[in-house]
């Protein structure tokens, strides 16, 4: 019976160093914060402060977190996207809150809580992670935003609605890292669309025409929209549909494909000028969510071509059949260069894909030197972004 019993001891302390163990570990990829927020009371409603106070709390105890990964300089650097990107879903990082203390302030105008907030320190690496990856490899890229869409239910390119989910787009873009093109650039394409009299333009000729501008993205939109009337009830609705599809414009490859809605509620008589607010309004809310969807897409996209290297493409002129074969050879057989792809083999011209960790300047020296090990000479004719274009001096011109 004692044996038993001393069993039974030592399998629940055996048990309870696990679990103390598991805590320990637990813990550690958690940062355990005080955190304080504060809100309005508007119209007396008490319980509205109360929630969002509670969730600015949350909000300041991420940052709080934030703060304990990044030095000064990475957090000052990145502020913005770290604002827009992370604390703005703030309550995913927080893995449980106690009260400490709450009420109304002594103005009794506000209502302030304070928080001990365990925040997820694996989750803010990861999601850090994610956005100085993006925020680095997509820093120097050209992206062109298009309105584009063949679908007749579609609002006008001019529509108010339109240019506020435009605005909401660009400034996403923006703090993600990208170089946006001006009003004037994308006007020229527009131009060219209406030009052209087609309203079915397919996406090549779009992306034929961001790449003409020197666009490294073509970013392409459209808004469905939509509103319902009251139909006995209190409110009308106004609708909208974003959808945006990046393209690579030297590639042609789709990079990514959202869609997302936002609805708006308006009063049950809304007027004209209510109508276009609120599809306005819908639009946006259906833009910001799209634009976050399309931001992490890009960045995943980007990614997985980053564990490749960068994509070029690459053209030799004016080299015969057993030249060419050279050329081939020593692409496939050099280290670095990854998933080589012929593109085009015709008479005096070659073209090839292929990834590589070097930069264009430092492949570019790199084809020539070993090129001329076999012979063959290069003259460097372009070497625009990731498209190089070499020609052979000895071929007649």
Do not use: C
């Not at 103005?107 to 989750?123: E, P």
């Not at 001006?182 to 527009?190: C, F, I, K, L, Q």
């Not at 005096?348 to 076999?374: H, I, N, P, T, W």
């Amino acid at each position: 019976m004692n044996a038993i019993r001393t069993i039974i001891v030592w399998l629940q302390a055996f048990a309870l160093s696990l679990a103390l163990s598991f805590a320990v570990t637990h813990q550690a990829a958690a940062i355990e914060v005080e955190a304080e927020g504060a809100a309005a009371i508007l119209n007396n409603n008490m319980a509205g402060a109360r929630k969002q106070a509670l969730l600015n709390a949350q909000r300041n105890a991420v940052e709080q977190g934030v703060g304990v990964i990044l030095d000064s300089k990475s957090l000052s650097e990145n502020f913005q996207l770290i604002r827009d990107k992370v604390l703005t879903s703030s309550q995913g990082f927080v893995r449980r809150y106690s009260i400490v203390s709450e009420g109304v302030t002594a103005d009794k105008n506000s209502y302030r809580i304070k928080i001990k907030a365990s925040v997820s320190q694996d989750l803010l690496k990861d999601r850090l992670s994610a956005l100085r990856i993006l925020h680095q490899a997509m820093g120097n890229k050209r992206v062109m935003v298009v309105y584009h869409s063949d679908n007749p239910n579609a609002l006008d390119r001019t529509h108010g609605a339109n240019r506020a989910a435009l605005q909401t787009i660009r400034d996403a873009l923006n703090s993600a890292g990208f170089r946006l093109f001006n009003e004037a650039a994308t006007e020229r394409v527009y131009r060219q669309i209406e030009r052209a009299a087609r309203v079915d333009r397919p996406v090549d000729d779009l992306i034929a025409m961001a790449l003409d501008q020197r666009a490294d993205l073509l970013v392409r939109f459209e808004n469905i929209a939509g509103q319902r009337g009251p139909k006995g009830g209190l409110f009308s609705a106004a609708f909208a549909t974003i959808r945006i599809s990046v393209f690579e414009t030297t590639t042609g490859r789709q990079v990514s494909d959202s869609q997302a809605e936002g609805k708006q509620l308006l009063q049950a008589r809304a007027g004209p000028y209510d109508w276009e607010k609120g599809l306005a309004d819908a639009a946006i809310k259906a833009a910001r969510q799209a634009s976050d969807e399309t931001t992490d897409k890009i960045a995943k996209y980007y990614r997985q071509v980053g564990d490749e290297g960068f994509n070029y493409l690459i053209v030799f002129r004016g080299f015969n059949d057993d030249e060419k074969d050279l050329i081939l050879d020593h692409l496939e057989s050099t280290p670095g260069f990854t998933n080589l792809s012929e593109l085009k083999n015709t008479i005096d011209y070659l073209e090839v894909e292929l990834f590589s960790s070097q930069e264009a300047s430092r492949l570019r020296r790199m084809l020539r030197a070993g090129l001329k090990e076999k012979g063959i000479q290069l003259q460097t004719q372009s070497t625009a972004r990731n498209r190089l274009v070499f020609s052979n001096p000895d071929a007649r011109q």
